[in-house]
C-alpha cells in the first residue's frame, strides 16, 4: 500500500467510528433531557388579560394603594396572586400606575413612607427613593424609576395589565 | 486544543494510569461477538449498566418537575408529559426503561448462570448480583408509586399487603414503608419517594462498583 492510501490508520479509524457512534448515541439521549430542562426558557408565556382593579372615583392625584389578584397558573398549579399598584391621576388628568417593587432590589415601596420626604416613595430597606412620577431620586440606591402597568379604562372603570419600564426609563 | 488542556493537566497531576486502569484491558477472544457471534451473550452485562444509565439521567431531569406530594404528583406528572417540550420522551425512556432494565438484568444472569460462571473464585460476585436485582426490583417498585394514579395506588396497596403477610415482622414493616399502620397515603408518597431517588439508587452505586471491581480482579471466565 502506498503512503498515500494509509493517511488514516486502522487504529484512528476505529477511533473515529467509535467516537462517532458513541457521541451519537449519548447525543440521542440527552438532547431530550436537556430540551426538557431547558424547556422553561423557551416557553412564550401566555400575556394575562388586563384585570379590572378600580372605579375612577377612588383614584384622585394623589397616589393611592390598589390592590387585586390575578389567576396564576404556574404549571400544574392554579392560585390566586395578589398585585398591587401606586395608582393616581398626574396634571393632564392621566393615569398613572406604579409598580410597588424596588427597583434597587425588589422590597416594596410606600408613599410617603418617610416622614422627611412627604411626596416622595420610600423604599425602607435601603432608603431608596422616588419622586411622585416614580423616577428615582439620585444618590439613592436605586439606579432606575419604578415601572408602570399598562393602563387602560373602560367607562369608570380602571384595567391594570402587565408592568412595563416606565416611560422615563 | 483539547490534547494540550489534556496535557497540562496530566503534566500536573498525572492522570493517565487512571483511565487506563479503567479502559485498557484485553477483550478475550472468546468474549467479542466478532471473533464467535454468539458472544453478543456477553454484552447483557453492558446493556444492563447502558440502561441503568438512562434510568439515572432521566429520572433526575424527571425530578425538575415531579412533586411528591399527594395533591401534587398526578398533576405534576401530567403537567410534564402533556405540556413540557419532550416531556412524553422523558418520561417515558424511564418509564419503559424500568422493564427494560429488568428485561436486560435477567438476560445477564442466565448467561451467567448457564455459563456457570458463577462457579468458583466468583461466587461473591454472583451475591453482588442478586443483591442488585433486588435493589432494582425495590426501584421499579418504589416507582411505580410514584405518579399516583389509580394503578400505582392499588399496586401499591397489594405490595404493602404482601409486607403484612411476612410472619412476625409484617405489621411493623407495613408501617415501616407506608409511613402510617392504615393509611396509603402522603406519608407513604414521601417514603417512597425517597426510598426511590436517594436510599436505593446509594445502594445500587455502591453495589455496582463492587460488582465492577471483582470483575476487573477476577477477569471474565474464560471459554467454555
Ligand atoms: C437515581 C436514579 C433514579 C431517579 C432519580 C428516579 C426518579 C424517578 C421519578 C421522579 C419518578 C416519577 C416520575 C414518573 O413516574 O414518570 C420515577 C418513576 C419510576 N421509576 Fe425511577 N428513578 C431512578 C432510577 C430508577 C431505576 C434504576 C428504575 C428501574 C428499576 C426505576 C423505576 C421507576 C418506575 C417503574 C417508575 C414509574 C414510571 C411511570 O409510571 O411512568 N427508577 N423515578
Ligand atoms: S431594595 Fe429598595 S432601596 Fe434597596
Given at each position: 500500500?502506498?503512503?498515500?492510501r494509509?493517511?488514516?490508520?486502522?487504529?484512528?479509524?476505529?477511533?473515529?467510528?467509535?467516537?462517532?457512534?458513541?457521541g451519537?448515541?449519548?447525543?440521542?439521549?440527552?438532547?431530550p433531557?436537556?430540551?426538557?430542562?431547558?424547556?422553561?426558557?423557551l416557553?412564550?408565556?401566555?400575556?394575562?388579560?388586563?384585570?379590572?382593579?378600580?372605579?375612577?372615583?377612588?383614584?384622585?392625584?394623589?397616589?393611592?394603594?390598589?390592590?387585586?389578584?390575578?389567576?396564576?397558573?404556574?404549571?400544574?398549579?392554579?392560585?390566586?396572586?395578589?398585585?398591587?399598584?401606586?395608582?393616581?391621576?398626574?396634571?393632564?388628568?392621566?393615569?398613572?400606575?406604579?409598580?410597588?417593587?424596588?427597583?434597587?432590589?425588589?422590597?416594596f415601596?410606600?408613599?410617603?413612607?418617610?416622614?422627611?420626604?412627604?411626596?416622595?416613595f420610600?423604599?425602607?430597606?435601603?432608603?431608596?427613593?422616588?419622586y411622585?412620577?416614580?423616577?428615582?431620586v439620585?444618590?439613592?440606591?436605586?439606579?432606575?424609576?419604578?415601572d408602570?402597568?399598562?393602563?387602560?379604562?373602560?367607562?369608570?372603570?380602571?384595567?391594570?395589565g402587565?408592568?412595563?419600564?416606565?416611560?422615563?426609563? | 486544543?483539547?490534547?494540550?488542556?489534556?496535557?497540562?493537566?496530566?503534566?500536573?497531576?498525572?492522570?493517565?494510569?487512571?483511565?487506563?486502569?479503567?479502559?485498557?484491558?484485553?477483550?478475550p477472544?472468546?468474549?467479542?461477538?466478532?471473533?464467535h457471534?454468539?458472544?453478543?451473550?456477553?454484552?447483557?452485562?453492558?446493556?444492563?449498566?447502558?440502561?441503568?444509565?438512562?434510568?439515572?439521567?432521566?429520572?433526575?431531569?424527571?425530578?425538575?418537575?415531579?412533586?411528591?406530594?399527594?395533591e401534587n404528583a398526578w398533576?405534576?406528572?401530567?403537567?410534564?408529559?402533556?405540556?413540557?417540550?419532550?416531556?412524553?420522551i422523558?418520561?417515558?425512556?424511564?418509564?419503559?426503561?424500568?422493564?427494560?432494565?429488568?428485561?436486560?438484568?435477567?438476560l445477564?444472569?442466565?448467561?451467567?448462570?448457564?455459563?456457570?460462571?458463577?462457579?468458583?473464585?466468583?461466587?461473591?460476585?454472583?451475591m453482588?448480583?442478586?443483591?442488585i436485582?433486588?435493589?432494582?426490583?425495590g426501584?421499579?417498585?418504589?416507582?411505580y408509586?410514584?405518579?399516583?394514579?389509580?394503578?400505582?395506588?392499588?399496586?401499591?396497596?397489594?405490595?404493602?399487603?404482601?409486607?403484612?403477610?411476612?410472619?412476625?415482622?409484617g405489621?411493623?414493616?407495613k408501617?415501616?414503608?407506608?409511613?402510617?399502620?392504615?393509611?396509603?397515603?402522603?406519608?407513604?408518597l414521601?417514603?417512597?419517594?425517597?426510598?426511590?431517588?436517594f436510599?436505593l439508587?446509594?445502594?445500587?452505586?455502591?453495589?455496582?462498583?463492587?460488582?465492577?471491581?471483582?470483575?476487573?480482579?477476577?477477569?471474565i471466565?474464560?471459554?467454555?
Amino acid at each position: 500500500m502506498s503512503e498515500k492510501r494509509n493517511q488514516v490508520s486502522r487504529r484512528q479509524f476505529l477511533n473515529y467510528t467509535l467516537t462517532g457512534v458513541g457521541g451519537f448515541m449519548a447525543a440521542g439521549m440527552l438532547a431530550p433531557m436537556v430540551r426538557f430542562a431547558i424547556d422553561p426558557v423557551l416557553k412564550t408565556s401566555a400575556q394575562s388579560d388586563m384585570v379590572a382593579v378600580a372605579d375612577l372615583s377612588e383614584i384622585s392625584d394623589e397616589p393611592t394603594r390598589i390592590d387585586w389578584t390575578i389567576d396564576q397558573v404556574d404549571g400544574w398549579y392554579e392560585s390566586e396572586v395578589p398585585k398591587s399598584a401606586w395608582v393616581y391621576k398626574d396634571e393632564n388628568d392621566d393615569i398613572i400606575a406604579l409598580s410597588p417593587v424596588c427597583k434597587h432590589l425588589g422590597c416594596f415601596v410606600n408613599w410617603q413612607g418617610d416622614e422627611s420626604h412627604p411626596d416622595q416613595f420610600y423604599c425602607p430597606c435601603h432608603d431608596g427613593r422616588y419622586y411622585k412620577s416614580g423616577v428615582n431620586v439620585p444618590n439613592t440606591p436605586p439606579e432606575e424609576p419604578l415601572d408602570e402597568f399598562e393602563v387602560r379604562i373602560d367607562g369608570q372603570t380602571l384595567y391594570l395589565g402587565q408592568t412595563k419600564p416606565h416611560r422615563e426609563a | 486544543m483539547l490534547q494540550k488542556i489534556y496535557d497540562w493537566v496530566d503534566e500536573r497531576v498525572d492522570i493517565t494510569p487512571l483511565w487506563r486502569d479503567i479502559a485498557d484491558h484485553e477483550v478475550p477472544e472468546h468474549v467479542n461477538p466478532a471473533h464467535h457471534f454468539s458472544a453478543f451473550v456477553y454484552c447483557f452485562g453492558g446493556l444492563t449498566f447502558f440502561v441503568t444509565v438512562i434510568q439515572v439521567l432521566s429520572g433526575m431531569f424527571l425530578t425538575m418537575y415531579y412533586v411528591h406530594d399527594i395533591e401534587n404528583a398526578w398533576r405534576s406528572v401530567y403537567y410534564l408529559q402533556t405540556e413540557v417540550a419532550h416531556g412524553q420522551i422523558v418520561r417515558g425512556m424511564h418509564h419503559w426503561g424500568a422493564s427494560v432494565v429488568i428485561v436486560m438484568l435477567f438476560l445477564h444472569t442466565l448467561r451467567v448462570f448457564f455459563q456457570g460462571a458463577y462457579k468458583k473464585p466468583r461466587e461473591l460476585n454472583w451475591m453482588v448480583g442478586v443483591l442488585i436485582f433486588f435493589v432494582m426490583l425495590g426501584l421499579g417498585l418504589t416507582g411505580y408509586l410514584l405518579p399516583w394514579d389509580n394503578k400505582a395506588y392499588f399496586a401499591t396497596q397489594v405490595t404493602l399487603e404482601i409486607a403484612e403477610g411476612v410472619p412476625f415482622v409484617g405489621e411493623a414493616t407495613k408501617a415501616l414503608l407506608a409511613g402510617d399502620p392504615n393509611i396509603v397515603g402522603a406519608q407513604t408518597l414521601t417514603r417512597f419517594f425517597a426510598i426511590h431517588v436517594f436510599f436505593l439508587p446509594a445502594a445500587l452505586f455502591a453495589l455496582m462498583a463492587i460488582h465492577f471491581i471483582m470483575i476487573r480482579k477476577q477477569g471474565i471466565s474464560g471459554p467454555l
